[in-house]
């Protein structure tokens, strides 16, 4: 089958690979239909997160399944599925506890109490480096799914595979980033990045009952799908002090909540990649510093952009002092997918309207160019095997 496979940092291409074969009970053979590039792609991309083997890409897809392991009951074959990001056992103490990208199953190489940079990581995700399980992604005509009972949902079938893929991450991480806010109604919630999860973040933060939704990002083209798809307020770095206009609409106070969707590799200056090095560090988290000076006394800080090292100068003192709340990590996309299907169902939200590319499978690393170099308005890229 053909496959778009990460060589080393740089180098993502589309090869002929073996086909995927049933080897537990519980898998299922899927025929992939639609995935997408994710910006935590680009993370590995670039080399930021470490992956030193090839490895087949892509954890956002569906399709239709085509072989069904003798273990598995929910599921045969023909059914059009949409597949969850994290593998999830479904049994184990942290799937039970509504915390299935903690599963203690999945990643059974590299899984740990604590969380360390090398090892000690939590649960797998689909094609997302040897440190989370290895297992081959969805960017190729073929995926073997594991734990087939547990994660994937079968699609309605008035749904277009456009109107669902984004179920697969985007929209339940963004959901995630707000659901953690416990919004009451009519908060001011400001969202750092307009990339896929930040959009996704700003319609979930609507639905969600937000008096208010600020977009911030220093790209116009994303400012402008952002306001022509959400219809937020918009905020450009470049433009104006993003943590005073942020207070000039809140009578000083401050976003109710602030939302970091950028994660560990914003726009950077030189001294900012210079003061990273130095202190040996990946990226910045000036993005997240931003949020913890723009958000309010008492306020939330939901962090689901990716952070992959420590950091010198932690603001503590800022977050001790404004009593700041904050929720991080991968999305519980388990506690939250049947709930969003019915909402896309019901066309209470949209989920399509942020492509802007669609391509075949072969044109991958065309794909995976333009997203890393922000070309030609890209915002995000759909890829059909």
Not at 9 to 16: A, F, L, T, Y
Not at 229 to 239: G, R
Not at 268 to 282: G, L
Not at 330 to 357: C, R
């Amino acid at each position: 089958m053909k496959a778009a496979v990460f060589h080393k940092p740089g180098q993502i291409q589309v090869d002929n690979v073996d086909d995927p074969g049933l080897i537990d009970p519980t898998d299922v053979i899927l025929k992939v239909t639609s995935t997408a590039i994710c910006g935590s792609d680009l993370h590995i991309l670039s080399g930021a997160v470490p992956q030193a083997g090839n490895m087949i890409m892509g954890h956002e897809f569906m399709g239709i399944v085509e072989e069904v392991g003798k273990g598995v009951k929910k599921l045969k074959k023909g059914d059009r599925v949409v597949v969850p990001f994290p593998l999830s056992c479904g049994h184990c103490f942290f799937c039970n506890h509504g915390a299935s990208p903690h599963c203690e199953q999945s990643n059974y190489k590299n899984y740990g109490p604590n969380g360390n940079l090398t090892d000690q990581k939590g649960g797998a995700l689909f094609g997302y480096t040897d440190l989370y399980g290895g297992y081959s992604g969805g960017q190729a005509e073929y995926v073997r799914v594991p734990y087939a009972d547990i994660s994937p949902r079968i699609v309605p079938d008035e749904l277009s595979d456009d109107q669902a893929l984004f179920l697969t991450d985007i929209f339940p991480t963004g959901w995630s980033a707000i659901d953690w806010a416990q919004l009451k109604g009519g908060e001011t919630v400001a969202i750092f990045g307009s990339g896929p999860v930040g959009l996704m973040a700003q319609k979930a933060a609507w639905v969600n009952g937000a008096g208010r939704v600020i977009a911030i990002d220093p790209l116009e083209y994303r400012l402008k799908k952002a306001s022509d798809v959400n219809h937020v307020t918009t905020l450009n770095p470049h433009d104006v002090e993003v943590v005073e206009a942020i207070r000039g609409m809140t009578e000083g106070r401050g976003a109710d909540v602030c939302v970091d969707a950028v994660g560990f590799e914003p726009e950077r200056t030189m001294m900012d990649k210079f003061k990273a090095t130095i202190n040996f560090e990946k990226g910045s988290m000036k993005v997240l510093d931003m949020a913890f000076r723009a958000v309010r006394r008492g306020g939330t800080v939901s962090i689901v952009g990716v952070y992959g090292s420590t950091y010198d100068n932690y603001p503590l003192h800022r977050v001790f002092d404004k009593a700041i709340t904050i929720k991080q990590g991968q999305a519980p996309v388990l506690n939250y997918i049947d709930k969003l299907i019915t909402l896309v169902e019901e066309n209470k939200v949209v989920l399509d309207d942020i492509i802007s590319h669609t391509l075949p499978l072969s044109e991958a690393s065309k794909g995976y160019e333009i997203f890393d170099k922000k070309e030609d308005d890209c915002v995000k890229v759909v890829l059909k095997p």
